[in-house]
């Protein structure tokens, strides 16, 4: 009787997801969403592209670790998801031994040109011009992404670069079938993409219309970067042919990159920042990134109230949750920076202590008003478009990276005859440091625009363990709405007993402090919203945030339950 009623329960447990997947994807209007919800106790991948997720899995199956599956997937989805993936871009990584249980933390992320200046983007008013910001080739930082990748390889991998790149090479080379998400995005960045000769060659048809659903992409100039990367290392981008192609159009075009600025790029590791909540580890990425900081100062804000028992998404929960939001995104403002240029308070923002006396201000029953919160006084201690994956392998090896271009397709500009896009991270600066914003907000010097600085970014892939063993590996990409993205996954895990779907697929909120608005998703109910209208929020109910792609691991049975967003097109695969 017992094993009928199993694949009862089984069978239940399935429709549940499948429908539930199907209501958040009918509600956000992405219908045509790959999703696949996968289970098993070898190797898994989940990625925001289901062919870079298949060609990481088949590397694990082949004998590679997760760190090898993790490279490939990156460039995979470089080839196959260019809005996103990308080798002119940068990210993070945290990779967690199984062997030695150490987790270390590898920041490939962009830094600024060597002739970047603080007033480079303001015009003769002193205004910013938001074309150079974000569309040009000065919004251009120097490109991590292939360092890293190969830093990561060389550390910890176990197959040659160009075995990591040989089904990027083949997707370039011989394309691959535009599927109905890349294909909207294109139409929707359509004038992005045609803006420049290089690009359009790329993206646009020789008939002269944009890319479609069924069409196959081939992209020669992008396969002959990653073979010569594959051939001579990252040397190649950084001090050979394809740093001379990168020099050469920004001297053409007014950007700052050098041959120099090229050569002398490296990865770094850092140590990860690490916080406790309710009996669980919490380990993410530190600065510059900010998400890391401030998910854990967010995380023990709440440990201090009984988040289960008030219930989820309740009005209650998410009142006491937007007010901790509230005081670590203004917090954000005025300490976070890039280490190597200022001083974070690391330690203070993260301390249980600080957490208390934000804790004692937050009021139960009315929230306060952003113009009234201020950066608190964290002890000093110590002197929008992204995609994440996740992959564990057979042995328990852990990676967890978040990516990015910056914006969708980066600032539209393809490198000639290389085919791959540039980044626009210098947007991510302040670009008017000390100026007083429309909600009398003065912004932070921290990270002001220096040369050879990198910028903030609220990416933060993580990590959560429990018994020193890995529990759950998560991130996401959705610029600010990274941090109370992952925040609500673990959340949704830990206080609420949600199963790693469930916990994907819940409604989620955001508040950033100022503009003061409670962000929510549909699907929140309308009494709720009207007792969150009576403590004082203002509401706003718009898009979906984030796209989590997430690995849960039972510590009892090592069963891995992997979940990809609905929000978005992923894949959760594994075997």
Same mark, same amino acid.
């Given at each position: 009787?017992?094993?009928? &009623?199993? !694949?009862?329960?089984?069978?239940?447990?399935?429709? /549940?997801?499948?429908?539930?997947?199907?209501?958040?994807?009918?509600?956000?209007?992405?219908?045509? &969403?790959?999703?696949?919800?996968?289970?098993? #106790?070898?190797?898994?991948?989940?990625?925001?592209?289901?062919?870079?997720?298949?060609?990481?899995?088949?590397?694990?199956?082949?004998?590679?670790?997760?760190?090898? &599956?993790?490279?490939?997937?990156?460039?995979?989805?470089?080839?196959?998801?260019?809005?996103?993936?990308?080798?002119?871009?940068?990210?993070?990584?945290?990779?967690?031994?199984? !062997?030695?249980?150490?987790?270390?933390?590898?920041?490939? /992320?962009?830094?600024?040109?060597?002739?970047?200046?603080?007033?480079?983007?303001?015009?003769?008013?002193?205004?910013?011009?938001?074309?150079?910001?974000?569309?040009?080739?000065?919004?251009?930082?120097?490109?991590?992404?292939?360092?890293?990748?190969?830093?990561?390889?060389?550390?910890?991998?176990?197959?040659?670069?160009?075995?990591?790149?040989?089904?990027?090479?083949?997707?370039?080379?011989?394309?691959?079938?535009?599927?109905?998400?890349?294909?909207?995005?294109?139409?929707?960045?359509?004038?992005?993409?045609?803006? /420049?000769?290089?690009?359009?060659?790329? =993206?646009?048809?020789?008939?002269?219309?944009?890319?479609?659903?069924?069409?196959?992409?081939?992209?020669?100039?992008?396969?002959?970067? *990653?073979?010569?990367?594959?051939?001579?290392?990252?040397?190649?981008?950084?001090?050979?042919?394809?740093?001379?192609?990168?020099? #050469?159009?920004?001297?053409?075009?007014?950007?700052? +990159?050098?041959?120099?600025?090229?050569?002398?790029?490296?990865?770094?590791?850092?140590?990860?920042?690490?916080?406790?909540?309710?009996?669980?580890?919490?380990?993410?990425?530190?600065?510059?990134?900010?998400?890391?900081?401030?998910?854990?100062?967010?995380?023990?804000?709440?440990?201090?109230?009984?988040?289960?028992? @008030? %219930?989820?998404?309740?009005?209650?929960?998410?009142?006491?949750?937007?007010?901790?939001?509230?005081?670590?995104?203004?917090?954000?403002?005025?300490?976070?920076?890039?280490?190597?240029? $200022?001083?974070?308070?690391? #330690?203070?923002?993260?301390?249980?202590?600080?957490?208390?006396?934000?804790?004692? !201000?937050?009021?139960?029953?009315?929230?306060?008003?952003?113009?009234?919160?201020?950066?608190?006084?964290?002890?000093?201690?110590?002197?929008?478009?992204?995609?994440? =994956?996740?992959?564990?392998?057979?042995?328990?090896?852990?990676?967890?990276?978040?990516?990015?271009?910056?914006?969708?397709?980066?600032?539209?500009? $393809?490198?000639?005859?290389?085919? =791959?896009? *540039?980044?626009?991270?210098?947007?991510?600066?302040?670009?008017?440091?000390?100026?007083?914003?429309?909600?009398?907000?003065?912004?932070?010097?921290?990270?002001?625009?220096?040369?050879? #600085?990198?910028?903030?970014?609220?990416?933060?892939?993580? +990590?959560?363990?429990?018994?020193?063993?890995?529990?759950?590996?998560?991130?996401?990409? %959705?610029?600010?709405?990274?941090? @109370?993205?992952?925040?609500?996954?673990?959340?949704?895990?830990?206080?609420?007993?949600?199963?790693?779907?469930?916990?994907?697929?819940?409604?989620?909120?955001?508040?950033?402090?100022?503009?003061?608005? *409670?962000?929510?998703?549909?699907?929140?109910?309308?009494?709720?919203? !009207?007792?969150?209208?009576?403590?004082?929020?203002?509401?706003?109910?718009?898009?979906?945030?984030?796209? @989590?792609?997430?690995?849960?691991?039972?510590?009892?049975?090592?069963?891995?339950?992997?979940?990809?967003?609905?929000?978005?097109?992923?894949?959760? *695969?594994?075997?």
């Amino acid at each position: 009787m017992k094993k009928p &009623a199993f !694949k009862l329960v089984a069978l239940y447990t399935a429709l /549940w997801v499948i429908t539930l997947t199907a209501h958040v994807q009918t509600a956000y209007g992405m219908e045509n &969403a790959l999703v696949f919800p996968s289970q098993g #106790k070898s190797g898994m991948v989940v990625a925001g592209q289901e062919a870079a997720a298949r060609a990481g899995l088949e590397v694990m199956k082949g004998g590679g670790n997760a760190v090898d &599956a993790a490279v490939t997937v990156a460039f995979v989805m470089a080839v196959t998801l260019p809005r996103a993936g990308n080798i002119g871009g940068g990210g993070f990584m945290l990779i967690h031994s199984a !062997k030695t249980r150490e987790i270390v933390a590898i920041d490939y /992320w962009q830094k600024a040109p060597g002739r970047a200046s603080r007033n480079m983007f303001l015009d003769r008013d002193g205004n910013t011009d938001l074309q150079l910001r974000r569309q040009s080739h000065l919004a251009t930082a120097v490109p991590g992404t292939v360092a890293g990748l190969a830093m990561a390889l060389k550390k910890f991998g176990t197959i040659s670069l160009a075995q990591a790149l040989a089904p990027a090479i083949k997707y370039a080379e011989e394309g691959f079938m535009v599927n109905g998400k890349l294909a909207a995005d294109m139409k929707a960045y359509e004038t992005l993409l045609r803006a /420049w000769p290089a690009t359009a060659k790329i =993206f646009v048809k020789p008939d002269g219309r944009i890319y479609e659903a069924g069409d196959i992409l081939v992209q020669k100039d992008l396969a002959g970067t *990653l073979k010569a990367i594959a051939k001579d290392g990252p040397d190649s981008f950084y001090k050979g042919a394809i740093a001379g192609l990168i020099v #050469k159009q920004m001297q053409a075009n007014g950007g700052l +990159i050098t041959s120099e600025d090229l050569a002398a790029y490296e990865p770094l590791f850092r140590a990860p920042v690490r916080g406790s909540y309710r009996g669980y580890d919490v380990i993410s990425m530190s600065p510059p990134s900010t998400g890391g900081v401030h998910i854990i100062e967010i995380l023990n804000i709440l440990e201090g109230f009984d988040l289960g028992r @008030s %219930g989820h998404n309740s009005a209650a929960t998410i009142h006491l949750t937007a007010e901790a939001m509230k005081r670590a995104f203004a917090d954000l403002s005025e300490y976070l920076g890039d280490p190597d240029f $200022v001083k974070v308070p690391v #330690k203070g923002l993260t301390s249980k202590r600080y957490a208390a006396a934000l804790r004692a !201000k937050i009021n139960p029953l009315k929230t306060t008003a952003g113009k009234d919160i201020r950066p608190g006084d964290a002890p000093r201690y110590e002197r929008d478009e992204t995609t994440h =994956f996740s992959v564990v392998d057979k042995v328990g090896n852990t990676v967890s990276s978040t990516y990015t271009l910056n914006g969708n397709f980066g600032n539209g500009i $393809v490198v000639e005859g290389a085919g =791959f896009l *540039l980044n626009n991270e210098m947007d991510n600066f302040n670009v008017q440091p000390g100026r007083i914003d429309e909600s009398g907000i003065r912004e932070g010097e921290a990270n002001a625009i220096a040369p050879n #600085k990198r910028m903030l970014s609220a990416m933060s892939p993580t +990590i959560v363990m429990k018994d020193d063993k890995v529990l759950l590996v998560t991130g996401s990409p %959705g610029s600010s709405r990274i941090i @109370s993205t992952n925040l609500q996954v673990i959340m949704n895990v830990i206080d609420h007993g949600m199963n790693i779907q469930e916990a994907v697929n819940a409604p989620r909120v955001h508040n950033e402090w100022l503009p003061d608005e *409670l962000q929510i998703e549909k699907g929140i109910s309308p009494d709720t919203i !009207k007792l969150l209208s009576d403590m004082g929020h203002t509401i706003g109910v718009g898009a979906p945030m984030g796209a @989590s792609t997430s690995i849960l691991i039972d510590g009892k049975t090592a069963m891995r339950y992997g979940a990809a967003d609905p929000r978005r097109e992923g894949s959760a *695969l594994g075997y």
